[in-house]
């Protein structure tokens, strides 16, 4: 599998879905619904928890993906972006994260599967979505006391090695390190990574992306996108990039950066555009096409796709157009 992306990526630029969130809200799904039968006695609230919807409403995630690939993706990602106990601290679900992840890579496995089977001349992947947690280990979550730190390198990497067996034992083709804005937490995911392929003796094909989140060109933890790409480059991955926070043109100098310092393939899914004052995303999808353009006329990137405010439509556009470019050229490490 590892050296049929690699080949893939030699040969054309590969397309990423779109945001999971974004689909899920157009399903209007209650508290009830979230709970399901199997959680409707569970004692805190349980809404907002879009990973456990894996378990309660299986089906709409498995349309969700398969919708991704109808639209022209090549890689879909699981939902599991909060899936660490950090993040399912929040839910009082902790206990419940190796299923929450290995039954995400399950569903999206199963539809991978079966679409490669219907085109077998274009193979569908999903790559294991690991997020950032909502807890940072390199800054203080209290003004008061800048020493304090409320999660530690070895809870991270602990939270992080769950997921990632779980993922793995449940099918994913790739796993993806994704808007990273504190690097420290990423590389505890890094480690956690690391630390399962050497105990199973495999190679899995990881992909990182970090998110610029302001104007000032920096992660929330205030690393350029160079001293990004520098402090994670001791691991061989199949490809780095940005992600989330900005639409795609904004993101544009980012990944110049990126392309010019690193032979890796280059990754990029940007939101729909920026907020508008009600947090939603108007950036239609000839529109987010439009300024992808120029991703590709400049040769950026390999791998792209969309984030928050995406929708299958965005990634259609998205696939007809990278079709008309030859993908950029790269040494792939993994």
């Given amino acids: 599998m590892m050296k049929r992306i690699e080949e893939l990526l030699e040969e054309r630029i590969l397309v990423l879905d779109g945001a999971m969130g974004t689909m899920l809200q157009q399903y209007k799904f209650t508290e009830t619904d979230f709970r399901g039968v199997r959680f409707k006695d569970w004692p805190h609230p349980l809404q907002g928890n879009n990973d456990l919807l894996s378990l ?9 993906h398969q919708k991704y690939f109808e639209a022209g ?4 990602e699981t939902n599991t972006f909060s899936g660490t106990s950090i993040a399912m601290a929040d839910y009082h679900m902790e206990d419940l994260v190796y299923e929450l992840n290995f039954e995400s890579a399950r569903i999206a496995k199963e539809v991978a599967v079966k679409c490669t089977a219907r085109e077998p001349q274009k193979p569908r992947f999903v790559a294991g979505s690991i997020g950032p947690t909502n807890k940072t280990a390199s800054m203080s979550p209290d003004v008061n006391d800048p020493g304090f730190r409320a999660v530690s390198f070895e809870d991270l990497r602990l939270a992080y090695r769950e997921q990632v067996e779980a993922l793995l034992d449940g099918g994913v083709d790739l ?12 590389k505890a995911a890094l480690f956690a990574i690391e630390e399962v392929k050497e105990e199973r003796g495999i190679s899995v094909p990881i992909m990182i992306s970090g998110t610029i989140t302001d104007a000032s060109g920096r992660t929330l933890s205030g690393q350029t996108a160079e001293s ?16 989330c926070a900005l639409g795609a043109s904004q993101l544009v100098p980012h990944l110049e950066i990126l ?3 690193t032979p890796l393939a280059v990754s990029a899914h940007p939101n729909a555009g920026l907020p508008n004052a009600f947090g939603e995303y108007d950036q239609s999808p ?9 991703y590709l006329e400049k040769s950026l990137v390999n791998i792209v796709g969309g984030c928050c405010g995406t929708t299958p439509a965005h ?7 990278v079709q008309e470019f030859a993908p950029r050229k790269c040494l792939i490490s993994v």
Avoid: C, R, Y
């Fill in 73 to 76: 993706a090549d890689i879909v």
């Fill in 228 to 243: 990004f790409l520098i402090s994670v480059s001791h691991i061989p991955f199949l490809s780095v990039g940005f992600n």
């Fill in 175 to 186: 796993l993806l390190v994704e808007t990273v804005f504190d690097t420290l937490n990423a």
């Fill in 56 to 64: 309660t409403q299986p089906q709409a995630i498995a349309e969700i």
């Fill in 286 to 294: 000839e529109e987010m096409a439009f300024q992808i353009n120029e």
């Fill in 315 to 321: 990634i259609k556009a998205i696939a007809k157009l």
């Fill in 259 to 261: 392309s010019a310092k």
